[in-house]
């Protein structure tokens, strides 16, 4: 059975950084494509960035330059590293694996397996 499990949510402050991070297992992530997704609280969940099998990374406008994505391989791990925090961030973040071949994109539908996600809550 694949579980995908998010850390390092938690409560900061604007300007702060932060790094999440989503271990996989029961399934090796080498040839997926991964993704990280938020929803604030009564919003839509939407798309914040994305890696490739190759590494190629994608992000959402408003985050690009603070924001980062990558990948441990050898940790079957997917990281984003959050940096100039700002309240508008505050959001549930989620993972999520792409299993099928294939693009990653911004597309919910993109990806087939969720992680249950992990807080993060940036005071102003």
């Known amino acids: 059975q694949v579980q995908l499990v998010e850390s390092g949510g938690g409560l900061v402050q604007a300007g702060s950084s932060l790094r999440l991070s989503c271990t996989v297992s029961?399934?090796?992530?080498?040839?997926?494509?991964l993704g990280w997704f938020r929803q604030a609280p009564g919003k839509e969940r939407e798309f914040v960035a994305a890696?490739?099998?190759?590494?190629?990374?994608y992000y959402a406008d408003s985050m690009k330059g603070r924001f980062s994505i990558s990948r441990d391989n050898t940790r079957n791990t997917l990281y984003l590293q959050m940096n100039s925090l700002k309240y508008e961030d505050t959001a549930i973040y989620y993972c999520?694996?792409?299993?099928?071949?294939?693009?990653?994109?911004?597309?919910?539908?993109?990806?087939?397996?969720w992680g249950q996600g992990t807080q993060v809550t940036v005071s102003s």
């Open positions: 029961g399934r090796t992530l080498s040839r997926d494509g």
């Open positions: 999520a694996v792409r299993t099928r071949l294939g693009q990653v994109g911004s597309r919910q539908d993109a990806y087939d397996l």
């Open positions: 890696i490739s099998r190759k590494d190629t990374t």
